[in-house]
């Protein structure tokens, strides 16, 4: 049975190297099958991920470009029917588009694929449904589910959060669902399966009022969810990594999940850091008050870097736009991270971002998954460049070069304070050395 292309007139976006500055339908700098030390871009340094809730929003989501003081602006040919065979044209068009962009993995949460229906068991249903399809046209196409997660925040039954719901009634339902969140993961293979909003969508805490919540109980209460899933996954023989995305506001106006070292704290507070890696959004850590690359480099500095959310913010906004990033200094300093931890396998660079509102051509998807795959790439190459000279990593460890002679062990803590306290008096004075900020800001500039 022929099925309808929806994005008539647009070939597999070609690799064009001496392309123009006006010529935005093809890859400049992204080279799938360019090998760089020793590894492809494609399948090991740009695990590239088209996220399904900003790309192909069911035509009710809030992400259909609409926003206070406007109506929705995307009216997409792919939503068009009852819900089910919607949701149907939306799988096969969202394939089409993987396909033509060239990207090898996905990313949803559960009610991006299928409707909700009036209960659990007639949503599970709908999503039974829709994944067999998503089955075939994996199985057709090649293309793989990067991560799965839940949707434990559009209903207003969480509207005081899932897990950490003050109605066991609500905590059930996020069970249950998570249950059932976990079995689609396992059906389609996902390699990854991300609790949202830090301790996740699933675990949603955070206050607007502090008074009317229990903060000791309700951080039990997160731990106890938390504990669920490895426990489930071994029953199932679910094999993928669990992942945990910081996020320090929205949709409380302050969430505990603040960054990701308030993250790593919760682990390992609860003993379940072997269990869990961390998702860093940028964008997130941005609203959190940090650099761009901050909770990156915070995350593989602990080895739980897991994957990431590949987007950006406005720095003047306070709140999380979701934009697609384009700023080769950010993508630099991301993948050289990722460079030095030898990749992100099995996470990925998933696009958690959407089109500007005014953005609602059919092609402008297009344009602009292409410009950050190119920034992505671009960023990769100054990081292989920057770490392949060594000249950073040198002045670093020139810098820290005390540690390795003299009163060494103050590093690794075996120093006692009355052997720091004779050093001193034996050596007096530290030598006060220049921290030659510009010298390394210049240095990095040169390979942007």
Not at 15 to 27: H, I, L, R, T
Not at 150 to 170: E, I, K, W, Y
Request: proline content about 4%; some cysteine; hydrophobic content about 40%.
């Amino acid at each position: 049975m022929a099925h309808e292309d929806f994005f008539v007139g647009i070939p597999k976006i070609p690799y064009s190297p001496n392309a123009g500055p006006g010529d935005v339908m093809c890859f400049k700098h992204y080279n799938a099958q360019e090998v760089l030390m020793g590894r492809k871009m494609e399948e090991d340094w740009l695990r590239f991920s088209v996220c399904y809730w900003h790309s192909f929003p069911d035509l009710l989501s809030s992400w259909q470009c609409a926003d206070p003081f406007g109506f929705r602006t995307l009216h997409r040919p792919w939503n068009e029917g009852a819900p089910m065979d919607a949701a149907k044209k939306r799988l096969r068009a969202a394939f089409e588009f993987f396909t033509k962009l060239g990207v090898k993995y996905y990313t949803f949460h559960d009610r991006d694929m299928a409707p909700e229906g009036s209960t659990l068991e007639e949503s599970n249903r709908n999503l039974d449904e829709i994944t067999d399809l998503a089955l075939q046209l994996q199985s057709q196409t090649g293309i793989q589910v990067l991560w799965v997660t839940c949707n434990l925040f559009s209903h207003q039954r969480h509207m005081n959060g899932a897990a950490t719901s003050p109605d066991s009634h609500v905590v059930a339902y996020a069970g249950a669902q998570l249950k059932k969140g976990l079995d689609t993961a396992q059906k389609l293979g996902a390699e990854n399966f991300v609790f949202w909003g830090g301790y996740g969508q699933l675990l949603q805490n955070g206050r607007r009022f502090i008074q009317n919540l229990l903060v000791r109980i309700v951080s039990h209460f997160q731990f106890n969810f938390a504990d669920f899933p490895p426990e489930y996954k071994d029953k199932i023989g679910l094999k993928c990594q669990f992942l945990i995305e910081p996020k320090p506001k929205e949709p409380s106006k302050h969430q505990y999940d603040y960054d990701a070292m308030s993250v790593l704290g919760f682990l390992k507070h609860y003993g379940l850091e072997s269990h869990f890696k961390l998702n860093i959004e940028p964008n997130h850590t941005t609203l959190a008050g940090h650099s761009y690359e901050h909770d990156v480099v915070m995350a593989s500095a602990f080895g739980m870097l897991g994957s990431v959310d590949s987007n950006t913010g406005s720095a003047d906004l306070g709140w999380d736009t979701d934009q697609f990033p384009m700023d080769i200094r950010n993508t630099t300093l991301v993948m050289k991270v990722i460079v030095e931890q030898g990749g992100l396998q099995p996470g990925g660079l998933n696009f958690d971002a959407k089109v500007r509102r005014e953005s609602t051509d059919l092609e402008d998807l297009f344009i602009a998954h292409i410009g950050a795959m190119d920034a992505f790439a671009r960023g990769l190459r100054n990081a292989v460049h920057i770490v392949k000279d060594g000249l950073i990593a040198h002045m670093v460890k020139e810098r820290y070069s005390s540690f390795s002679h003299g009163l060494g062990r103050v590093d690794d803590g075996s120093a006692s304070l009355e052997e720091m306290e004779a050093f001193i008096k034996q050596n007096g004075e530290p030598n006060v050395a220049s921290g030659k900020q510009e010298k390394y800001e210049s240095i990095f500039n040169h390979y942007i």
